[in-house]
């Protein structure tokens, strides 16, 4: 699978959601955010997928918040 955010692709490209405010949910974190947040349950979330390393760097910029 090719990258969504940077073209290339790997082994470790797993698909994500993303919501209106780009916040990026792996499919488990979705499932859980819908059961905390029933009032959201009809809201769109963008399907892309993404290599290891832009996983990596996500996850990085989320932490750093």
């Not at 082994?11 to 979705?30: C, K, M, P, Q, W």
């Not at 769109?44 to 832009?54: A, E, I, M, P």
Request: charged share 30%.
């Amino acid at each position: 699978m090719k990258c969504d955010n940077c073209g290339g692709a790997d082994s470790f490209s797993a698909i994500f959601f993303v919501d209106r405010n780009g916040h990026y949910f792996s499919e488990t974190e979705l499932e859980a955010f819908r059961v905390l947040h029933p009032e959201v349950k009809d809201q769109f979330y963008k399907k892309v997928v993404l290599c290891g390393y832009c996983q990596f760097e996500i996850k990085k910029e989320w932490l750093n918040t």
